[in-house]
């Protein structure tokens, strides 16, 4: 399969790119991205048969006929061995009759970030070595992007990492788990601003010719970890398609019945990944996009305006879905209408702040998309009622059930465990305020014979290796520096 480019003015040849090199290089011109022209199709035979989700991850990566070795692929997706249950990444839960948990967050950092970036880290380390290259892999983090870059990078000795976080953006535990990093080949940056401004400071230096020569005199290779990566949004599509097959053959649903997924959305590449799943015959309805109280998602797949206008970032509980500009809506709208349209329509964004679909193209996209948003007083008391029940729903997830119909199957997507926000865990079920995080974690878990992974307990005690905390105008001078240091 041949990656092409989101954006092109009328008359331009498109562009086509291997997987391999988008990897390596996931920028493309006008600023746009890489995307899938086709995608595979998958049978409902294929579904049907029971597999491992190893095995069914690598017989559809088998499909994409990608440029990799199919052994690459393999070695990657045996990461998934060291996620809680070594026989399956994901745990799929039902909670009552037609709603379906699909957890993620299984992985070493607790957030769904890791079904994508383990494998993904393991791809681009054995590609850097076969290519004898190095290579610098920025991300720019909301809270759990930065701590699964990091982990997955932990021991490569091709690839160095530069993590830029905002310093008031994050939960403590998600900035433990990032400033604690070891490893001489990890730079953990946190930068006075919001996600949106640290995603910019990394776009800008993506496109930076001055900023890659000089990273080149030290023999790197400048490249990506955000969801603006097609690497990553290829094993995002994976779980969504293995949540349908694993329903249909444990005979939960019917050959007929399709199932509605709901995602909490930030960046969009979870919701993008259900989308694909979709077009490759996974029988999905509805994709229900889940948003905090910065709603602009909501109001773009009811309105078709996309608005930037007069919006101010807001600090919600679930941090990790604190964004405006979501970038991956860039792939959905190549898909759909083309990438003269996508052009036009981002460099609309671009100068004026907003985009506006047609009538036509907004019913378009309401064909596969609902949404809506919950404010911080739904998601708390979304938290306590699953309390209720004994389930112990983080702060992100808690979006998705404002967006339940009862008459459909429903099946939610779990991005994050609660251990990663238990101060909000703490105010929505008891009312209270934090004043040892670690002790309230404990003991709430004690009450909900739950369990805590060492890794976060442990956080409290380690020892903070990055203390940099730096204006948006000293990222570049930063980086430099430790480069050459
Ligand atoms: C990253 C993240 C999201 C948002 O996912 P996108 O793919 O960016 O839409 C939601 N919840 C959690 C916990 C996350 O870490």
């Not at 807001?314 to 003269?340: C, Q, W, Y």
């Amino acid at each position: 399969m041949i990656l092409t480019t989101t954006r092109l003015k009328q008359g331009d040849e498109a562009q086509c790119c291997k997987f391999s090199d988008a990897l390596l290089s996931p920028s493309s011109v006008y600023g746009g991205l890489f995307a899938p022209k086709d995608l595979p199709k998958i049978s409902s035979k294929f579904f049907k048969k029971e597999r491992s989700y190893e095995e069914f991850a690598l017989k559809v990566i088998e499909k994409f006929s990608f440029d990799l070795d199919i052994n690459s692929f393999k070695k990657a997706i045996k990461r998934y061995r060291n996620f809680d249950d070594e026989n399956s990444p994901i745990k799929i839960k039902k909670i009552s009759k037609n709603l379906y948990i699909n957890e993620l967050f299984h992985g070493p950092t607790r957030a769904f970030k890791d079904m994508a970036l383990q494998p993904f880290g393991k791809i681009l380390d054995e590609l850097a070595k076969d290519r004898f290259e190095k290579y610098l892999i920025m991300c720019a983090t909301s809270g759990d992007t930065g701590p699964a870059t990091l982990n997955t990078f932990e021991k490569s000795k091709n690839v160095k990492v530069v993590c830029l976080y905002p310093i008031d953006g994050t939960s403590e535990v998600q900035r433990l788990q990032m400033v604690t990093s070891k490893g001489k080949n990890l730079k953990v940056i946190g930068i006075k601003g919001n996600f949106d401004d640290a995603q910019r400071a990394l776009k800008t230096l993506l496109n930076d010719e001055d900023f890659k020569e000089q990273l080149l005199k030290e023999n790197l290779n400048l490249s990506a970890a955000n969801s603006v990566n097609f690497g990553r949004i290829l094993f995002q599509i994976l779980y969504h398609l293995y949540v349908y097959a694993y329903l249909l053959f444990s005979k939960k649903i019917k050959d007929d019945e399709s199932i509605d997924i709901i995602v909490p959305s930030g960046n969009f590449g979870n919701a993008l990944g259900a989308y694909y799943a979709k077009k490759m015959g996974a029988k999905i309805g509805m994709i229900k996009i889940a948003s905090n109280s910065n709603n602009i998602l909501t109001e773009f797949f009811n309105t078709g305006v996309y608005d930037l206008r007069n919006k101010k970032l807001i600090k919600t509980m679930s941090p990790a879905m604190d964004i405006l500009i979501s970038s991956n809506v860039e792939r959905l709208l190549f898909d759909k209408f083309g990438s003269v349209r996508t052009k036009e329509l981002m460099d609309s964004l671009n100068k004026n702040k907003f985009y506006e679909l047609s009538k036509d193209e907004l019913k378009e996209l309401q064909n596969d998309f609902m949404a809506d948003f919950c404010t911080d007083e739904e998601c708390a008391k979304f938290i306590k009622e699953c309390a209720k029940d004994s389930n112990l729903i983080d702060p992100h997830t808690a979006t998705c059930f404002k967006m339940v119909q009862k008459d459909k199957i429903n099946v939610i997507t779990s991005t994050a465990q609660w251990v990663k926000f238990t101060p909000s865990m703490i105010k929505a079920i008891k009312n209270e305020n934090i004043i040892d995080e670690k002790k309230q974690m404990i003991k709430l878990a004690k009450e909900f014979d739950a369990k805590i992974p060492k890794s976060i307990l442990t956080l409290f005690d380690d020892k903070i290796n990055h203390s940099d905390v730096v204006d948006q105008s000293e990222i570049k001078n930063t980086i430099i520096k430790w480069i050459k240091s």
